[in-house]
């Protein structure tokens, strides 16, 4: 069964700052892009950050330039850095791995994610 584990979640005030991380196994983490979405209450699951094999990123526009998403491929562990956090970042997070051929697409339990105003 695929695991990927998330950790780092947690309470934080307005304009602080926290890091989640996600290990999964080598064959998992190398073989598909990484990914963090989010999910608040009443509301559908968005992409927060996703980062490729080779490195390359894609966010979305309400986390553009607060939030940064890194692989490390020696620990199969991807990171999303979040820093100036808003009361709407509030969210339980996901981390997801994936890829298209052959299709696979696996999900964390999540993480919760607190900002305080």
């Known amino acids: 069964q695929v695991q990927l584990v998330e950790s780092g979640g947690g309470l934080v005030q307005a304009g602080g700052s926290l890091r989640l991380s996600c290990t999964t196994s080598?064959?998992?983490?190398?073989?598909?892009?990484m990914g963090w979405y989010r999910q608040a209450p009443g509301k559908q699951r968005e992409l927060v950050a996703r980062?490729?094999?080779?490195?390359?990123?894609n966010y979305a526009d309400s986390v553009k330039g607060r939030f940064t998403i890194s692989r490390d491929n020696a620990k199969n562990t991807v990171y999303l850095q979040m820093y100036s956090l808003k009361p709407e970042d509030t969210a339980v997070y996901y981390c997801?791995?994936?890829?298209?051929?052959?299709?696979?697409?696996?999900w964390g339990q999540g993480t919760q994610v607190t900002v305080s105003s």
């Open positions: 080598r064959t998992i983490f190398s073989a598909n892009s």
């Open positions: 997801n791995a994936a890829r298209e051929l052959p299709y696979e697409n696996y």
């Open positions: 980062i490729t094999r080779v490195g390359t990123t």
